[in-house]
């Protein structure tokens, strides 16, 4: 199976739960409440992973998801 870094495990878990849940989203309006809760913009985010906001979850491959994962935790505050 292909392994990712994925940065802090618990960040990753929470991105991953919070864009499935919004499938029918792009990842720039899944995104949106995570976001916020950090006092961020979405597009934020995701300029600072390098992905396509335009996409939606689904489309993600495992190698965006560790990206955004990792790009996270360099662009927010530690996670609770």
Do not use: M, N, W
Request: with cysteine; proline share 5%.
């Amino acid at each position: 199976a292909p392994r990712e870094a994925v940065g802090y495990r618990r960040l990753f878990e929470r991105l991953a739960r919070v864009i499935f849940l919004q499938r029918r989203k792009t990842l720039l309006h899944a995104l949106k409440p995570v976001a916020e809760t950090f006092g961020r913009s979405s597009a934020e985010l995701i300029a600072a992973a390098a992905v396509d906001g335009s996409k939606r979850p689904q489309e993600l491959s495992l190698r965006d998801i560790a990206q955004l994962s990792r790009a996270c935790a360099i662009v927010l505050p530690r996670s609770r």
